[in-house]
């Protein structure tokens, strides 16, 4: 798996790109994690969800650096 969301270049690109980046820990049960996935019909993680404008798209679960820079810039 490849963890790109956590590398300084793309923290960098989010941030001159102004996403906001959250990470939840679900390490310990939380009904309001295992409610955001139950709303995108899913029962595990990862969940990657990218929101521009309202419009909705969930990402796939192994993600490149190339695949998220592509995806901000269309």
């Excluded at 102004?18 to 595990?44: C, F, P, Q």
Aim: proline letters at 3%.
């Amino acid at each position: 798996q490849i963890r790109s969301c956590g590398t300084n270049e793309i923290i960098e690109f989010f941030n001159i790109n102004e996403i906001y980046y959250v990470k939840a820990d679900w390490t310990h049960y939380d009904d309001k994690i295992t409610s955001l996935l139950a709303k995108y019909n899913r029962s595990g993680i990862p969940l990657y969800i990218y929101i521009n404008q309202g419009k909705v798209t969930i990402l796939p679960q192994l993600l490149s650096r190339t695949d998220i820079v592509e995806m901000v810039l269309e």
